[in-house]
């Protein structure tokens, strides 16, 4: 099974709307979009991400602790590398309610279980940078490189990620004035979980976005993928300008 994170999906949407309603304050709206997402969930996936916010907004421990193990429940029936990077993080997460419960048995198992799914991230790929330079098959992409999102900030890594999409996505931001490409990369070293996006929002890294201080191998270019419409890439501009989080380096 392999799943692609999609920004249009309406489950995806409205978790987004939640939480863009919870930073402003308004908790029980973003509580009604939250449930609003877990009613209109109709798979694993879907259903996974839901529970995971509705578990999120408890204040009761046992309830979060319902939700949080509905979550993982929903992500352990998908096994795919969209979701296990989440595995770690659902079982941090249900440890701690376990231990707010004072069982520390159960709280001990899971933080177990957790540890053991931290590490390396397993994906295979095929993998995508995206930028508007014009490059080719055999070139290699070295770290080092200005940031698209901060003009005076050197980057220690290289950044790639296994959604074509979010490849395009990076192309369209990218400085210069040449088209946007997405190319097939492979790393040539051990790469990591991107920290800038790993559990910011969804638990893992849903998005499978990586980096690595090791050259990645251009091996082909990606044709195929979702275009950007102006008036959303323009809203993506005005975002990164807003935002005041910063880059993990």
């Not at 308004?26 to 916010?53: C, G």
């Not at 996006?197 to 270019?221: A, C, H």
């Amino acid at each position: 099974m392999n799943i692609k994170f999609d920004p249009n999906n309406i489950v995806i949407k409205l978790c987004m709307m939640g939480m863009s309603l919870e930073d402003s304050g308004n908790v029980e709206e973003a509580s009604t979009m939250f449930h609003k997402a877990w009613n209109e969930a109709t798979d694993d996936y879907e259903k996974f991400i839901a529970a995971y916010h509705l578990a999120r907004q408890q204040k009761n421990i046992a309830d979060k602790l319902k939700w949080m193990e509905t979550s993982l429940q929903c992500a352990l029936k998908i096994n795919d590398d969209n979701v296990k990077s989440a595995y770690a993080t659902l079982y941090a997460n249900i440890a701690q309610c376990y231990e707010e419960l004072h069982d520390s048995d159960n709280a001990k198992r899971n933080y177990e279980l957790s540890e053991l799914y931290k590490g390396a991230p397993s994906d295979k790929g095929p993998f995508y940078h995206g930028t508007k330079a014009d490059l080719k098959v055999g070139d290699l992409l070295t770290a080092g490189g200005v940031s698209n999102y901060e003009p005076e900030l050197q980057m220690n890594h290289i950044y790639f990620t296994a959604n074509p999409n979010g490849a395009g996505l990076a192309a369209a931001l990218a400085k210069g004035e040449g088209r946007e490409r997405v190319y097939i990369v492979e790393p040539t070293g051990e790469f990591e979980n991107d920290p800038n996006v790993t559990d910011k929002k969804f638990p893992g890294n849903l998005t499978r976005s990586y980096r690595s201080k090791e050259p990645l191998r251009i091996i082909g270019e990606e044709t195929e993928w979702t275009k950007l419409t102006t008036a959303d890439l323009s809203k993506w501009r005005k975002n990164l300008a807003k935002s005041k989080g910063e880059i993990i380096n």
